[in-house]
């Protein structure tokens, strides 16, 4: 009882403080028809768009960067539409897709794309099995969604698919997309198999759940506090090359500021006299435009 209790708090938690973010901050961007009601597609800079799903409480973003010779789709959403569709009304380049981590809510229409680039990971090659529904049961529920679900999606057969990943990446690699290059920067800590892509041209640097202004879950099984603390000290030394933050949830095109904010946030959380809220098996610090969720204690 007590643990469905706690499922039911995180996930009215999660609704109130992801709704927050899914407003105005849009607003200044350009918006296509890419026809589907399910997505919001905005330009947001030279040759990228935002694909989000702002009608999920997940507000899950995707990004699609074209080059001269292909596209780089980051991030695939929680398959509720079908993100092929948009990706196919925007672009006729030969797309590649990448994850920011295997999470469900990222990686759930991978199934629909035939070039997949991913880490060599046994937890990678766990996600990429399918994530069953009852996993993730509050997120696939009609108390999910604010409005425009496709006529095609059914909650009882929801699943997340497997796919397969052709193409295994290392630390450091750029993708070259044709007169855009991406680099991939390795940052565990969220998940085993997080990483940022960087447009380091356009300064544009992507986060996924690593960052953005939101609640960072750093307290699931899956994460870890070291890695996380590694991987926000070699984000905060790119400040200086960093434009935008391209966020997987909520908002996009946020400051760079935060990526000093994250790393000061984790080293903040390894001092005994920083507050925090105690929950179960869990603490909850609130930080300058975010928040984190970490193990109790954190390391
Ligand atoms: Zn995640």
Redesign the pocket.
């Known amino acids: 009882m007590i643990k469905y209790l706690i499922v039911i708090f995180v996930g009215i938690l999660s609704v109130s403080l992801y709704a927050q973010e899914t407003t105005s901050s849009w607003d200044k961007y350009p918006k296509i028809d890419a026809g589907q009601n399910w997505y919001e597609t905005y330009i947001i800079a030279e040759n990228t768009y935002a694909i989000s799903a702002p009608n999920h409480w997940q507000g899950t973003i995707s990004y699609l960067l074209l080059g001269s010779d292909k596209a780089l789709l980051v991030d695939t959403g929680m398959g509720i539409g079908n993100i092929k569709k948009t990706v196919d009304a925007i672009t006729t380049l030969p797309v590649i897709v990448i994850n920011?981590?295997s999470?469900y809510?990222?990686v759930s229409n991978n199934h629909h794309f035939e070039t997949i680039y991913g880490r060599d990971l046994a937890f990678t090659e766990k996600n990429s099995s399918g994530h069953p529904k009852a996993t993730w049961d509050n997120a696939i529920q009609p108390s999910a969604i604010k409005k425009n679900l496709p006529d095609s999606f059914s909650f009882e057969n929801y699943q997340s698919k497997p796919f397969e990943i052709n193409k295994y990446v290392e630390d450091g690699e750029i993708i070259d997309l044709g007169g855009r290059e991406v680099e991939i920067i390795f940052t565990p800590g969220?998940?085993p198999d997080?990483m940022l892509f960087f447009d380091r041209e356009l300064g544009l640097l992507m986060t996924?759940?690593t960052f953005f202004p939101s609640t960072l879950?750093a307290h699931r099984a899956d994460a870890d506090f070291k890695n996380y603390l590694d991987s926000a000290q070699r984000m905060a030394a790119m400040q200086g090359q960093v434009k935008y933050i391209l966020p997987?949830h909520g908002r996009t095109m946020v400051s760079p500021t935060f990526l000093t904010k994250l790393r000061d946030a984790f080293l903040s959380m390894r001092d005994p006299n920083t507050p925090y809220t105690k929950g179960e098996d869990r603490r909850r610090y609130e930080f300058d435009g975010f928040a984190a969720l970490v193990k109790d204690p954190p390391e």
């Open positions: 920011s981590h999470h809510d990222h969220h998940t997080s996924g759940d879950w997987g």
